[in-house]
């Protein structure tokens, strides 16, 4: 619950860094973890768990926030959710999923956090106040647009083939609650992060 707070009182090189290493860093370890000794049914169902309540989490909170930087937030702890499903499957596709996952965000959290200082000199601080960015910024507000697009999964950009590659293996891997629970929460998620472009 501190996420958005931080995000939106730290400097912006501060929060991509927040945002990014920890994710990978634990990622890193619980590959190791994984590779090296298989998931037990405890553990996968408490990844399961994990998953859920951090998708679901992510979704619901965004859609009640009207600053720029709180639903880069909540869409980070979305994202946590969708990459421990990687985990959540045990196995080296789950891995490799989330090994895409991760970069994938990283690369979409390093475009958006590069375009927010841009976006506070121009005195844009609240989501109403993008509407006017087209007018005096248009490339910045063709980039965050995509940017944030991807970031909701729309579908001929990256963050829709990490999504789909993540919830194909979670179907592949029996975790057949896991997959529709992150695509619903996908939705949510579109209309709230979707209000930033």
Known sequence: MWAPDIYEGSPTPVIAFLSIAPKISISANMS???????????????????????MILGALAAMAQTKVKRPLAHSSIGHVGYIRTGFSCGTIEGIQSLLIGIFIYASMTI????IVPALRQTRVKYIAD????????????MTFSITMFSYTGIPPLAGFCSKFYLFFTALGCGA?????????????GRWAA????
């Open 130 to 141: 993008l509407g006017a960015l087209a007018k005096t910024n248009p490339i910045s507000a």
């Open 194 to 197: 979707g209000r930033l472009p």
């Open 32 to 54: 190791r973890v994984s590779i090296v000794a298989s998931c037990g049914g405890t553990l996968q169902q408490i990844f399961f768990f994990c998953s859920t309540a951090s």
């Open 111 to 114: 475009d958006a956090f590069a």
């Open 176 to 188: 057949y609650f896991l997959a529709p629970v992150g695509v619903v929460t996908s939705v949510i």
